[in-house]
């Protein structure tokens, strides 16, 4: 301990991870405390969902629940949800109320933890209900464990919950997702029964959403319109020292950043979420986070706890948090790479090969089940991901291009290819030996990483790597569910017609497995997707269905998606109806909120500076009246330039302002065309202009923090 009177300081300590990990999670160890062995064993089914629980069980649940929520310092419960705005949502309700004489009774029945009744007419519902009809319907998933969020004075019990409207049409994100789960299981179930596998009891798929985001000094970044109301710039020149550098990659994390990093792992290890890396993205401030991987259904919860996580904490630490796709033009924007796999009951990796041949047969069997299913719905991938954000992102600085394909590397492709010689034996590169003994050699991959591709398979796992940084991961894992569902479909039904003419279902397998990627060759590409080469084959080989943001968004209305996604009872027509003028909508109000503020920037900022330049310039030129000196036109013409540039943009703004008004009496999807085909450009000419004007202004004239400035977390 420090003596009296000394300037050193106590750190605080911290308890260990091991020590808080999943405290305020209603998991297993708490049930024990706070239910009968009966009732968990019933709770147990349920969460597997093998039986629903019975109204007696329900009230001893939410008794247990509310008693352990209490003691960790709950004083209110929440049905949270996942409305089509991608964001989350909770309406708060006491555990306490008083009685007639002013004494506390503490309330939370079975009911209520099985079934709310939010209020349903404010959320998005694309005209599928009137204003007046209000009623909604919240219902506990019982496979996503209930959770605390703590407060600064109390703490709230989160039941994680599906969203109805009174009809049953949902209006969340969740229940299509667990419906894409429960086909995708249903499915891979059935070809593992033709391959003899009797004694899987469930199949599960695993995700795994790598995070990138951006963290900015708050004080500075809060002097930016475009980045408070935007969460981007929408101007801005670029600095001098940018990422091409590659100075920030993997690097030193800076301390203040580290302090933030460390927080959030802390508060996020205590509702059971481990983060399993942390590091420098590429773009300066630019950062990522790897959650572990866990099932489909809870890493899409967990997604959205971790982003509501990092918001608040960054508040704390004086930090501005973006997970915009594309904060900072020509600089890396921050994608969600989503990590998937099927893991079965006997913990074994569906997608994870062998060097043995006969065990190699199911792995070949699933994946390409995979590739088929991509190749017949490509386009639902692309609507799944088709974003205002993502629209600015795709095709650029380490983003793959909006095209789908599939990259599956140089061994795995030849093995395929080879399939009717080799019968699929899956030869393993050796070890790498670096030469230096006290280094131990390290494993080659079978492939190397195609950083271009949208879905590549990375050893045991396809990356899917086109979903943007700020999108709620539910929407795209339920898009992926489908098409490989879908995939498994098609090859268990030709696998058991091919076994019921007396055929081993190995040896069919490996003949169905050829056919299907021959089928399916259309989606597969090892190149770099980047080149214009790429994109002319792509058309050839009618993968490009779309060409700007609205009618990738219209891709998820193609007959084709629609009858696949009805089949497999993931979405009806209707529903997909709804989802889909939800997200025109969205794309719409997400567009003409930048357009506004740029125009709001330019009278309130850009142009009185350049005003001031123009006097500034004038008057010292003036000054020089009667001085002899060579320059002076060079001088003229940066006054002229300005001048030029100032005329300019009064003209385009002019457009731009109009293009706005026009939009309002519009429909959606016509408002999105003359967007994509008005707005886009004028908003892109008014940059150009915009950023040129900053490079002539002085730097205390200039309104707005430079990316110079902000791209920085110094002092």
């Not at 969205?586 to 142009?607: H, K």
Request: proline share 4%.
């Amino acid at each position: 301990m420090a003596a009296s009177g000394s300037s050193v300081t106590e750190e605080k300590q911290y308890p260990p991870v091991r020590e808080i990990f999943g405290s305020l999670v209603f998991d297993k160890r708490a049930m024990r405390e706070h239910l009968p062995k009966k009732v968990i064993a019933n709770l147990e089914e349920a969460m597997l969902g093998r039986k629903s629980l019975d109204a007696g069980d329900a009230d001893i649940v939410a008794m247990g629940m509310r008693n352990w929520a209490i003691s960790k310092g709950a004083t209110h419960w929440t049905h949270w949800f996942h409305p089509l705005n991608e964001n989350t949502a909770e309406k708060h309700q006491a555990f306490t109320l008083p009685l007639e004489d002013g004494s506390p009774l503490e309330v939370f029945s079975g009911k209520d933890l099985m079934q709310g009744e939010p209020d349903a007419s404010s959320f998005p519902s694309a005209g599928s209900r009137s204003t007046f009809e209000a009623r909604g319907y919240s219902a506990w998933d019982t496979s996503s464990a209930a959770f605390i969020v703590k407060s600064p004075k109390g703490a709230t019990l989160c039941i994680p919950s599906v969203f109805l409207s009174y009809d049953g049409t949902p209006l969340d994100l969740k229940t299509g997702l667990l419906r894409a789960l429960d086909s995708i299981e249903a499915n891979s179930l059935k070809l593992l029964r033709i391959f003899g596998q009797r004694g899987v009891r469930y199949v599960r798929m695993t995700v795994g959403s790598e995070q990138e985001y951006f963290l900015l000094d708050r004080p500075r970044a809060q002097k930016r319109p475009d980045i408070r109301f935007c969460g981007k710039t929408i101007i801005g020149a670029q600095p001098a020292k940018d990422q091409k550098l590659d100075h920030h990659y993997f690097g030193s994390i800076s301390p203040r950043v580290l302090a933030y990093m460390e927080d959030v792992e802390r508060d996020l290890a205590r509702i059971g979420i481990a983060i399993a890396t942390r590091h420098n993205e590429v773009a300066r401030c630019q950062f990522e986070f790897a959650p572990l991987f866990s099932e489909a259904n809870i890493a899409c919860d967990q997604n959205l706890m971790i982003m509501e996580t990092m918001r608040k904490l960054a508040q704390k630490h004086e930090l501005r948090l973006l997970f915009h796709e594309k904060p900072f033009a020509d600089m890396n924007g921050s994608g969600k790479h989503v990590n998937i796999s099927l893991v079965d009951s006997e913990g074994r990796n569906l997608l994870k090969p062998s060097t043995n041949q006969r065990k190699n047969i199911i792995f070949l069997t699933f994946l390409a089940s995979f590739v088929l299913g991509v190749s017949k719905h490509f386009s639902l991938l692309q609507a799944v991901t088709a974003t205002a954000g993502n629209m600015y992102r795709l095709g650029g600085h380490e983003a793959p291009p909006s095209i789908i394909s599939i990259y599956l590397g140089e061994a795995l492709t030849k093995m395929i290819k080879e399939l009717g010689t080799s019968a699929g034996e899956f030869s393993r590169k050796p070890n790498i030996d670096l030469g230096l003994a006290k280094l131990a050699s390290i494993t080659a991959y079978d492939s190397d990483r195609n950083r271009t591709s949208p879905v590549a398979f990375t050893g045991d796992k396809f990356e899917f790597r086109a979903p943007g940084g700020s999108q709620a991961v539910a929407f795209p894992v339920t898009g992926v569910a489908a098409v490989w569902s879908l995939g498994l479909k098609r090859v268990s039904e030709r696998l058991e017609a091919s076994v019921e003419t007396g055929k081993d279902p190995l040896d069919a397998a490996l003949e169905i497995v050829a056919e299907t990627i021959n089928e399916a060759g259309k989606i597969l590409f090892e190149g770099d997707s980047y080149t214009p080469e790429w994109k002319a084959e792509a058309q050839k080989r009618g993968l490009i269905r779309s060409n700007s943001t609205p009618e990738a968004i219209d891709l998820l209305l193609d007959k084709d998606n629609v009858a696949m996604l009805e089949e497999l009872k993931i979405y009806t027509k209707r529903e997909v109806d709804v989802i889909h003028e939800i997200r025109m909508e969205s794309f719409c109000t997400a567009i003409e909120v930048e357009m506004a503020m740029q125009y709001d920037m330019l009278y309130e900022g850009v142009l009185p500076a350049i005003s001031k330049q123009l006097l500034l310039e004038k008057g010292s030129l003036d000054a020089m009246a009667g001085v002899d000196f060579k320059d002076g036109e060079a001088w003229r013409g940066l006054i002229v330039k300005l001048g030029t540039i100032k005329a300019t943009l009064i003209k385009e703004s002019a457009k731009l302002a109009e293009t706005k008004k026009r939009l309002e009496d519009l429909p959606a999807r016509e408002r999105a065309e003359v967007i994509v085909n008005e707005g886009v450009p004028l908003m892109r000419a008014i940059r150009k202009l915009s950023d040129d004007a900053e490079e002539l202004i002085s730097s205390d004239i200039w309104p707005y923090p430079t990316y110079r400035n902000l791209l920085s977390l110094s002092a």
